[in-house]
């Protein structure tokens, strides 16, 4: 479906009739450059991001890193680092990483970029420089869609509640803690838990324990919407499956998981809520196929994104963007 585009030089249509994002943005005439246009029109870019959540801008000449830092230059938000990982990723350039280095076999659940922690960008963008051979797909999902299924309930005890994530870190078990924390000194490390209000601690082996409590759902800067913003359906012992969590919590005992979450008073999250979570996400996901210079720019409090397992060589780029704390 077409759509008068508020940015000039750009035609718009929607991805799905049935659905306001993602809003496809491609150039009226083969020569427009998109750095050019949007920097003379950050204000139309923002308002448009805000009314649909997602822009997927394709058919421009991006060919490298340089032509994606060039576009997130000129929007004007700043970086934020990406630090206290969750999952693998490469820096490329300033602000610029791998997408999620999880092998290609491996499917991630959609979620809310950072929203197990207490700072997260409220933008973020992605640059698909190669697509995969089959698969690959960055799905999203309307939070709006998301938050209705979840209903008021769930939301409710959420927001009351908060979430907490315990990690424990140890050699060839998930992350390092010198990946995750991008440091090899303890007081580092320390000093950035201490400001963040990460509880830490070095058990007798040597195994570095995490805690900390965040936000259940969040409140949009802008539209005063509440969503829900956590990652507990990934954190929960229960993402890896029936038989993974059994196996783990027989290796390491409940309460030395890699990684687990739980409501932020240290009471369990049912498994029915975390299925109605999971559910919720899945059913509302819509998938495009990559195409080779295409850049994916969401509203992080309105869609959620995730990653389909693929075959062959995929390079995606990401960069989180006006951060909030």
């Known amino acids: 479906m077409t759509h008068s585009s508020p940015i000039a030089g750009l035609r718009a249509r929607l991805l799905h009739a049935a659905s306001r994002l993602p809003l496809v943005l491609e150039p009226d005439t083969p020569e427009r450059d ?33 032509d994606f830092e060039r576009f997130v230059s000129v929007t004007g938000w700043k970086h934020l680092n990406y630090t206290y990982r969750s999952t693998p990723r490469t820096r490329v350039a300033q602000g610029v990483y791998t997408a999620t280095e999880f092998p290609a076999t491996l499917e991630i659940p959609l979620h809310n970029e950072n929203s197990y922690q207490r700072e997260w960008p409220n933008k973020v963008a992605f640059c698909c420089l190669r697509p995969a051979h089959s ?12 938050n209705a ?43 950035f838990c201490n400001a963040r209000g990460i509880i830490h601690e070095w058990l007798e082996d040597g195994t570095l324990r995490t ?37 783990l919590i027989e290796l390491f005992g409940h309460d030395r998981l890699p990684r687990h979450a739980c409501f932020g008073n240290g009471g369990e999250i049912p498994a029915a809520d975390l299925l109605i979570i999971r559910s919720a996400l899945a059913n509302a996901s819509i998938e495009f196929a990559w195409q080779a210079g295409d ?25 989180l963007l006006d951060p909030h704390s």
């Open 135 to 146: 698969g690959g797909e960055t799905p999203i999902a309307d939070m709006r869609n998301v």
């Open 295 to 319: 850049i994916l720019l969401i509203d992080n409090l309105q869609a959620a994104h995730g990653r389909r397992p693929y075959q062959g060589t995929r390079s995606v780029f990401a960069t």
């Open 34 to 66: 998109l750095a050019v246009l949007l920097a003379e029109q950050r204000a139309a870019l923002a308002a448009t991001l805000l009314e649909h959540g997602a822009l997927l801008f394709r058919g421009f000449h991006v060919k490298g890193i340089t």
């Open 149 to 191: 299924a979840l209903g008021e309930r769930l939301l409710d005890e959420f927001e009351h509640r908060g979430v907490q994530y315990i990690r424990h870190y140890r050699p060839h078990m998930d992350l390092s803690w010198q990946t995750v924390f991008q440091t090899e000194d303890r007081e580092q490390l320390a000093r």
């Open 211 to 247: 805690i900390q409590r965040s936000q259940g759902v969040a409140c949009h800067p802008v539209l005063r919407e509440r969503t829900f913003f956590n990652q507990a359906h990934m954190f929960h012992v229960s993402s890896v499956g029936e038989e993974g969590a059994k196996a």
